[in-house]
């Protein structure tokens, strides 16, 4: 339990980390351009928080539909134009550009993009931080994913994903009451990141999620439900040709006011089938 929440801080700093380095490569890459310091203001201040909300949105609607959008045979299209398309502006661009290499959009498949998509189970600790009882505790859990891949050839990476996880059930103690808490998340994320070295790759991880919770103390339960936001950093490596596997931290908010108020986070294995 300690162990998770000494990575809080950390986690933080390493996934705006992984955003950095995303800008820091495009930066590298369009020379070309001289953006003016009214570009750069109105990129920085307008332009690029407009794309990333896009992108969250167009990740609802995309996780939203993709049972259906797999079974029609346009998932590949609909995650890019909904989801990649514009959180490569948000991320990848230099600051004040108005192009960008290896947009998604211009690349073919198979020359410079790749797209998959991939099944993933993941299993790991989750720690329990409940704020309105001021009580804390651990539990192993899992979730199982579905989602979509894309690779593009300077070594970015974007991935689409609808899942469940379960957080366990945690067995508290308060002044000598003891109680259980289990919750549950059903969730739609978008993770981004770079190959770092050989194949492995370092990822960050936004998206939202809609919780349940369950309290059982002595003969009485009670229940609360709601929305909340997700984010976490991970790496990832392929060690075959259709199998990944990779270890993350995602910190999620499970927030009802004066109802259930909590952040659980997570240290997760996963293992992904690619197909």
């Not at 020359?111 to 409940?130: P, W």
């Not at 009670?222 to 259709?242: A, H, K, Q």
């Not at 990944?244 to 109802?259: I, Q």
Request: with cysteine; net charge negative; proline share 2%.
């Amino acid at each position: 339990m300690r162990f998770l929440a000494a990575f809080k801080k950390p986690l933080q700093v390493s996934l705006a980390a992984v955003l950095l380095l995303s800008g820091t490569v495009a930066t590298a890459q369009t020379v070309e351009e001289d953006p003016s310091a009214g570009a750069m203001v109105i990129d920085a201040v307008l332009a690029r928080p407009l794309y990333f909300a896009l992108s969250q949105v167009g990740s609802l609607v995309y996780g939203a539909t993709l049972p259906f959008t797999l079974l029609g045979g346009n998932a590949e299209q609909a995650a890019e134009t909904l989801v990649v398309t514009p959180l490569q502006a948000a991320f990848v661009r230099c600051l004040g550009c108005g192009k960008m290499p290896n947009q998604v959009g211009e690349l073919k498949e198979g020359e410079g993009k790749f797209i998959r998509h991939f099944v993933m189970l993941s299993a790991g600790q989750a720690n329990y931080s409940e704020s309105l009882v001021d009580v804390s505790g651990s539990a192993i859990g899992g979730g199982l994913f579905l989602g979509t891949h894309f690779s593009l050839n300077d070594d970015s990476r974007y991935d689409v994903l609808l899942g469940y996880r379960t957080f366990g059930t945690a067995e508290l103690d308060k002044n000598g009451t003891e109680f259980e808490d289990t919750a549950s998340s059903i969730q739609i994320a978008s993770r981004f990141g770079k190959r770092i070295f050989w194949d492995l790759e370092l990822m960050g991880k936004l998206g939202l999620h809609r919780w349940s919770a369950e309290r059982k103390v002595n003969n009485s339960t009670s229940s609360s439900s709601g929305f909340g936001f997700l984010y976490g950093i991970g790496v990832e490596r392929f060690v075959s040709d259709n199998l990944r596997l990779g270890l993350d931290y995602t910190v999620y908010s499970l927030n009802k006011k004066d109802e259930y108020e909590a952040d659980v986070s997570t240290a997760d294995l996963n293992i992904s089938y690619m197909f």
